[in-house]
């Protein structure tokens, strides 16, 4: 039969996530399917399992990807730690952070919010502030802002939280992968994150990890966790132990195709990822200022993988994103929530950040603004 997507052009993208997958990934997707409980099918399980505790720096036994994207992820880690009531405080500079307050107010958390300007980055000592004011259960935080940009202190609120003795949840999905993370050390309890950026896999997964502090919380809860899906004292038996326990169908491929990126990431080094992803961004930071770009966050606070600008004045929002997907093949991100309209988002996400693509980008975004 004739390939009906033959037709689909490659576009560079350069937006907020997906990023370019790797060639590695697209070759493994197209590995036979295996059974969901085939002993081989078990081995690779296990070998993602490993390769995401090292990437997230964890020796946490539930290291395990949730079938689904990011959002998937936060909703597995609220719905398994928030039982109604909870006290819940949500850290807040851009649009997933208040994803993160949305979610604990559906499970009925006594939620709070300590919000921060978008474009700069979380304060620890308003997080200090408030944390010696009241008593909370879980804190949640979002390590890279996708909305604005901003990499937010997570070692030093990780410290905080740990003092006053809270559960602490870390929103990774823009920056595993790309800068460095350190579960463990930070004193992380439950942490989420996503295929499609960094790591350069299609969407369709979220790694998350639990500490056997969170995990014994999960197993211990008064009430039944309310998403059967997402249930993690389920899942579990799917992904440890040695009879495995049918829970739902696994996205055989998609597992495959993490399985693969994770191999290509760490084969490369995370020392040397994270410096080319450091790299390309001073490079487009450079090019991006010859050319009058004007960068919304300070150099500081930056996050290399994605880098949001103010649309250059006398440039159309959308007419400028359409040329650029059309005349040049390459995709940025407009603005999200309070930045829509105002920002344009370009990714530097893994296979993705490339000297070629960075120049390639630069000369269209000259043509651009001609
Ligand atoms: C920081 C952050 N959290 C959560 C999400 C949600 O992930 P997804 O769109 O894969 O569901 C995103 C997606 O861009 C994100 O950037």
Redesign the pocket.
Request: glycine share 14%; proline share 10%; charged share 20%.
């Given at each position: 039969m004739e390939n009906k997507l033959k037709g689909i052009e490659e576009v560079l993208l350069m937006g907020?996530?997906p990023s370019l997958t790797y060639p590695e990934v697209y070759e493994a997707l197209a590995m036979p399917t295996l059974g969901h409980l085939d002993p081989y099918f078990i081995e690779i399980m296990d070998g993602i399992k490993g390769m995401l505790q090292e990437i997230f720096q964890t020796k946490n036994e539930l290291t395990i990807p949730v079938s689904g994207?990011?959002?998937?992820g936060?909703e597995t880690v609220l719905v398994n730690l928030i039982e109604p009531g909870d006290s819940v405080l949500v850290v807040i500079n851009g649009v997933?952070g208040k994803?993160q307050l949305d979610i604990a107010q559906r499970l009925g958390a006594d939620a709070d919010a300590l919000e921060f300007q978008w474009g700069t980055p979380v304060i620890p000592a308003e997080v200090e502030a408030k944390l010696r004011k009241k008593k909370y259960k879980i804190v949640a935080m979002?390590h890279?802002?996708?909305s604005t940009g901003v990499r937010n202190p997570a070692e030093e609120v990780g410290r905080l939280v740990k003092e006053h003795g809270a559960f602490y949840i870390l929103?990774t999905?823009?920056s595993l992968g790309g800068i460095e993370i350190a579960v463990d050390k930070w004193g992380v309890d439950a942490i989420y994150s996503?295929t499609?950026?960094c790591l350069s896999c299609p969407?369709g997964l979220?790694p998350v990890s639990f500490s056997p502090e969170a995990v014994d919380f999960i197993m211990n809860r008064k009430t039944k966790v309310p998403n059967w899906y997402l249930d993690m004292s389920m899942v579990a038996n799917y992904w440890a132990g040695k009879k495995r326990a049918y829970h739902h169908t696994a996205p055989i491929n998609m597992l495959y195709g993490l399985y693969a990126a994770l191999h290509v990431v760490l084969e490369e080094g995370l020392e040397k990822v994270y410096r080319r992803h450091g790299e390309m961004h001073k490079k487009l930071a450079a090019g991006l200022e010859d050319l009058g770009i004007k960068m919304v966050v300070e150099p500081e606070f930056r996050l290399p993988m994605l880098n949001s600008v103010w649309i250059p004045e006398g440039v159309d929002d959308a007419e400028g994103r359409s040329r650029l997907r059309y005349d040049h093949l390459i995709e940025i991100g407009g603005g999200l929530g309070d930045f829509a309209g105002k920002v344009w988002r370009i990714g530097l996400m893994g296979n993705t950040a490339r000297e070629e693509y960075v120049d390639r980008l630069l000369k269209a975004l000259a043509d651009i603004i001609k």
């Open positions: 907020p996530g994207t990011g959002s998937a936060m997933f994803r979002v890279a802002e996708t929103d999905v823009t996503g499609q950026k969407p979220s």
